[in-house]
């Protein structure tokens, strides 16, 4: 018992420090910050060999769940008054997919939001791209962006699972502040 006790806490204290979620959310909705989730369920680690971009069947792809977990997220978004949300997304079609399926309007693809999986080595220089992308990006409305959990962690530090989010405030500090960690809904 005791051990468990010590593991929770130590799980806990390795959690970003977190601010209300109330005032995560304002933030959100004034621009002073951006949701940047992981794409929802998709079984498996990685792609296939040989897959390709602009192939979805070439790629590994949400599942029946997966695609339930998008549309809770939109479903979410809308309670919490995020309004005519800025989506953009990877160019892997699991990310394309969990933005459209959360149905909150146009989807538009964003390179530096693109999985460097199968190239760690280019880690750096895309993270380096990501955080360009975000300080150019509009933030006359909420800023939505579907990625993956190595482009996560690389800019954040912080390792989320399957459809789950951050609120990061904005302007994008080093490292970023995490306004609040969202779980699946």
């Known amino acids: 018992m005791t051990r468990i006790v010590i593991l929770t806490l130590i799980a806990l204290l390795a959690l970003p420090v977190v601010a209300d979620q109330k005032s995560a959310w304002q933030a959100l909705r004034e621009g002073k910050a951006f949701l940047l989730l992981r794409h929802t369920t998709a079984p498996g680690t ?8 602009g192939d979805c069947s070439t790629q590994r792809n949400l599942s029946d769940r997966g695609r339930q977990e998008a549309r809770r997220w939109g479903k979410l978004l809308v309670r919490r008054k995020v309004e005519q949300p800025r989506l953009y ?23 530096a939001l693109d999985s460097f999986f199968s190239d ?26 579907v990625s993956h959990q190595v482009n996560i962690k690389a800019l954040t ?8 989010g951050l609120i990061i405030a904005l302007p994008l500090a080093e490292p970023p502040k995490v306004l609040a960690r969202i779980r699946q809904p």
Not at 46 to 53: Q, T
Not at 131 to 143: E, L
């Open 157 to 164: 530090g912080v390792a989320p699972k399957n459809g789950e």
């Open 46 to 53: 990685g792609d296939p060999e040989g897959f390709r971009l």
């Open 120 to 145: 760690p080595e280019s880690q750096a220089a895309q993270t380096v791209e990501l955080r360009k992308a975000i300080d150019k990006v509009p933030k006359d409305r909420p800023v939505v962006m």
């Open 89 to 111: 997304t990877s160019n892997w079609c699991r990310a394309q997919d969990t933005a459209q399926e959360m149905g909150l309007g146009a989807v538009e693809t964003l390179s």
